[in-house]
C-alpha cells in the first residue's frame, strides 16, 4: 500500500487538473463543454473590450495546464504554470467583488501551492546554485512515464483545433483523453485495489460531468460517485496509518 501522502498528491492533481482542463475547453466550445468553474462567456465578454484573442489564449492554457497535470509526466510543469493563473484569476474575482468565488479560487491555489511544496526539494537549486544538490525520484515522479502519458497529451493537441469546429468529435476526444489519463496512473502496479478505485472514480466523475446533458440523471450519479469517492478515502488513510501502527509496534517488538 502506498503512502497517504502519494496517493492525494494524485487525486489533487487529477482534481485541479480537470478543474482547469474543463473550464478552458468550456470557453473554447462556447459553453458547450461540461465543466465545474466558469465563466464560458469569458470570450464573448472580452470581446467587447477587444480582447477575445486574449480570452481564448487563456482558455486554451486552462487546457494545456490541466492536460499536464493529469499527465502525471508533467504534473510539476502544470502545477508550476498553473500558480500565475490561480493568482491572476483570485485578483480578478477579489477585484469584481465577486460572492463566494475568491474563496473557491483561493482553496484552488491552495491546493495548487501544496503540490510544489511537495515537490519542493526539486527547486533547492534555486535558493543554492552553487551546492550539489541530489534529488531522488518518488513514486510520483515515476507515474506517467508510459506510452498513455503521450497518447493523452497527443489527443489534447487534437482536441484544441476540434473544439472550434465540431463538438461531436471534441467530445469523442475528451473521452479518449480521459481513458488513456486514467491507464497513465493504473498502470502502475504499485497500487492496491482500493487505490485503483478511487484514482478511476475521478475519471468516472469527469466523464460524467462531460456529458451531464445526455443523462438526466448525471447530478445523482455524479454525487454517489462522489460520495463514494469521499467513504473509499477516509477507508484508505484509516487502513493505512493502522497498517503503519502496526508495523512500528512490530518493530518495537522485535528490537526488544
Known amino acids: ?22 473550464a478552458g475547453m468550456c470557453k473554447l466550445t462556447n459553453g458547450n463543454f ?6 464560458p462567456w469569458l470570450e464573448e465578454a472580452l470581446a467587447k473590450h477587444g480582447l477575445g484573442f486574449f480570452a481564448q489564449v487563456v482558455a486554451t492554457f486552462q487546457v494545456i495546464i490541466g492536460a499536464l497535470l493529469m499527465s502525471q509526466r508533467y504534473s510539476l510543469l502544470g502545477a508550476i504554470m498553473l500558480v500565475p493563473m490561480n493568482v491572476a484569476i483570485l485578483t480578478v474575482t477579489v477585484s469584481m467583488n465577486w460572492t463566494g468565488t475568491p474563496y473557491i479560487n483561493a482553496f484552488f491555489l491552495g491546493l495548487n501551492l501544496v503540490l510544489l511544496f511537495v515537490e519542493r526539494q526539486k527547486f533547492m537549486f534555486l535558493f543554492n546554485p552553487i551546492a550539489d544538490h541530489l534529488i531522488k525520484p518518488t513514486l510520483t515522479d515515476k507515474l506517467g512515464q508510459n506510452k498513455y502519458s503521450w497518447l493523452g497529451l497527443g489527443f489534447c493537441a487534437l482536441i484544441l483545433v476540434a473544439a472550434s469546429y465540431n463538438l461531436l468529435l471534441t467530445n469523442l476526444l475528451a473521452l479518449l483523453i480521459f481513458v488513456c489519463l486514467a491507464l497513465t496512473v493504473l498502470y502502475k502496479r504499485a497500487f492496491s485495489l482500493i487505490d485503483r478505485i478511487l484514482i478511476g472514480l475521478p475519471f468516472v466523475a469527469m466523464t460524467i460531468v462531460t456529458f451531464a446533458n445526455l443523462s438526466s440523471f448525471a447530478v445523482a450519479l455524479h454525487l454517489i460517485v462522489l460520495s463514494t469517492e469521499a467513504i473509499l478515502l477516509v477507508v484508505r488513510i484509516y487502513l493505512s496509518s493502522r497498517s503503519k501502527k502496526a508495523e512500528e509496534t512490530g518493530m518495537l517488538a522485535g528490537n526488544t
Not at 497517504?4 to 498528491?9: E, Q
Open 1 to 22: 500500500m502506498i503512502k497517504n501522502k502519494d496517493l492525494l498528491v494524485v487525486l489533487i492533481r487529477l482534481f485541479l487538473g480537470y478543474i482547469f482542463f474543463s
Open 34 to 39: 461540461g465543466q465545474i468553474i466558469g465563466p
